[in-house]
């Protein structure tokens, strides 16, 4: 029978009692496990916020630096039903689609300052399907728009590799390459509407061609477009307009030099619409200067959340302590004639003092244990109530960039901030150290209720009824 | 059998209500030899419980000189006071005292716990002292559920764990019916008799006092009277004056019809 087991017998002698302030200090001791992790989740969301943040900006100055010495050249018609344009007008489809010569692309090479002149030909096919959509306030639109439209790409290596000119959003099978020939890609809606997977055989202006890869169609705008990637060449000959372009990419070699090319242009293809991405630029700096705040901001509720922490993990501490120390004072005024006994039959102050002690922490060290429990079930909850929290937005759409100048439109859709959910579990070590607080609380809690049953005098403490 | 375990010298104990002194023991002469078993009577304020808990050192006197088995204990500290109440005085109270969440053999080993004697010295004590007091076999039940006098026979062991050179008994019959009075009684003069406990027993009960070997009458603090106990228990119960059997809850002989209560009532209210 040592002091440990006297204790632990108190404390189940009273167990109305002891079950309440267990649960007391308890939620108390759930405050602080809980708390720390919802600081560390929200840490967390911040630093991913912040990763996100700098590699989406890092692939966003890339795409800038990539396009913004792109001078898009295009036909009338063009931009309709290419790949990626998102929320064209119904009207757009009765307009008809003229082509230009593929010499004009050689010319155009020969300005000054041109790196580089990548050819597309779009296509779409005679045959269509009649559909109706919904408009916007409720409004319904009946569209007669083409089974498929093609979009031939010059599959040169490095256009490859240097700009966004094919899809990136691969599902299935592989994307195009260099020397492809006789081969497909089709957009998801294209692969369901001809029953098709990657290896089989569709059939298209009357040539046959392999699916050597599918991607997603999500993001390609409001209309289920069916899109198809092949060579520019294939694209050519299946449409029989040979030596044919219908879009121009012309890339300067610098910035600075892109106006004037686009002048040039301009001025000596009046069939050509020409367009420089100078606006496009703008659009992403804007964007640029929200994501800044919008990281601040995330950054100032860290800081708040810290703060709130800070004072609610001292609440927490005091209440814990307090608790302890009116439940200990009760006791050791409920117990005055034991301790006059136990002073009686030969107990020393220290044995009285430390007995008390042990009690105040026998019982902190159970509420931590079930402060725990709680707190770690609860957490999110607690953390939730108790603290500021970041909400991360932009989980919607998907990150990948779409081919060419169908990028422009669609930042908006960007996952930039990611981290959608925010896990708040406490660490093995919160834990531990929650245990180590609970029983020092109970410590300091009980250290002078425990003072003062050492101090009882045994004969007034015998005369206590 | 004079070799003394307790005297007090010119002991005094004053308290302070407010700005006036009340003298609970005044010039109080003390001794008790070895081997005694001595009861203090006087009726309520008559400093019974002060002169106990002094004797006890669990208050220390105003003034005055305390020796209790040969050490001077009137000016120790709390830091050794202790160890002598540990292992020179056995408590026996009125209210049993007995911690309600430990079983009687738990209650009896408690005072030995911090003492030298090993794990299995002291289970092996506890049992003997359970046998000693009669309540071998029942070290496992908790003082709820055991009766008053068996509680009251806990206590006893426990004050015995020891080995103490003295008893303090407050009263130890006080709150027990007549039978289990007269076995505690007597339990405590077998004790003194066959194992040479010193006893020094607090009473107002003249029945109980008889049995001891010397009654002490106090008066506001002073010892105004002394008179030779019947000590019932060390003439196996046969009258003191014929020599006839008698029971311990006997008032007067019923054989020679004289009175067996040592003290006068009158003077114990």
Redesign the interface.
Known sequence: MGAFTRAVRNLSRRKMRALLVIIALGFSMAIMVSIPAGIVANQEAAQAMTANFNSTMTTTQEEINKTATLIECQTSGQGMFRGGQPGFPPGGMQQQQTYVEESVANEIRSISGVKDVVEFITVSSSETTSETINGPRGRTFTISRPVYTITGVTLNSSFIDDYSILPTNITAGRNLRHGDSGVVLLNSNLTAYFGVGVGDKVEMYGASFTVVGVYDAAGEGRMETRSAYMNITDAQTAAGLTGNVSRLDVYAKNVSDVDSIAEVIGAAYTSLQVTTYKDRLSQIENMQTMYTQTLTSAQATVSQTETVATQEIMMAVVATSLIVLFVMLYTVRERTKEIGTLKAIGFSNWNVMSQFMLEGMLLSLVAGVVGIAIGTVGAPLLSGILLPQISPFGSRGSSQFRPGAANAGNFGNFGILGASTVTVTPSLQTMLIAIGAAVLLGALGSLYPAWRAARTRPAEAMRYE | MSEAVLRTEKLFKTYEMGKRKVPALYDLNLQVNKGEFVAIMGPSGSGKTTLL?VL?C??KPTSGKMILDEVDVTDLP??QL??I???KIG?I?QTF?L????NAA?NV???M???KRSKSERRQETRRLLDLVGLAGRGEHRPQRLSAGEQQRVAIA?AL??DPAIILADEPTGNLDTENKFEIVKLLGNLNIERGTTIVMVTHDGHVASHSERVLFLKDGKITKEKQGLHLAKKKLACPYCGSKIQPTDEKCPTCRKKLVAAEEEEST
């Open positions: 808990n006890g669990l208050d709390e830091r202790y160890k109440r540990r292992n408590f109270f005292n911690l309600p969440y430990l738990e080993e408690l005072p716990e911090y003492g426990r764990a020891n």
